[in-house]
């Protein structure tokens, strides 16, 4: 599978994992639990707009005749 196949696959994996910690904070009873899940589900979105940042990079370096076809 090409990188951006692979890194697209990731981030909608990591996204269904914040979803799930921001599901987890819902229904947790402790405060303080539910506040150290919502921040950990904010840090992992912002990985996740790296990661963006390099699948849209990627996917336009494929689209560069230079680079075309070439492996990463």
């Given at each position: 599978m090409p990188h951006h196949g692979?890194?697209?696959?990731?981030?909608?994996h990591c996204r269904s994992v914040i979803n799930d910690l921001h599901s987890l904070a819902q229904n947790v009873g402790d405060p303080q639990t539910a506040d150290m899940l919502r921040e950990?589900?904010?840090h992992l979105s912002l990985c996740l707009q790296e990661c963006d940042f390099v699948a849209?990079?990627?996917?336009?370096?494929?689209?560069?005749?230079?680079?075309a076809g070439r492996p990463y």
């Amino acid at each position: 599978m090409p990188h951006h196949g692979r890194i697209q696959e990731c981030i909608q994996h990591c996204r269904s994992v914040i979803n799930d910690l921001h599901s987890l904070a819902q229904n947790v009873g402790d405060p303080q639990t539910a506040d150290m899940l919502r921040e950990g589900a904010h840090h992992l979105s912002l990985c996740l707009q790296e990661c963006d940042f390099v699948a849209g990079r990627i996917q336009h370096l494929q689209h560069q005749p230079q680079f075309a076809g070439r492996p990463y």
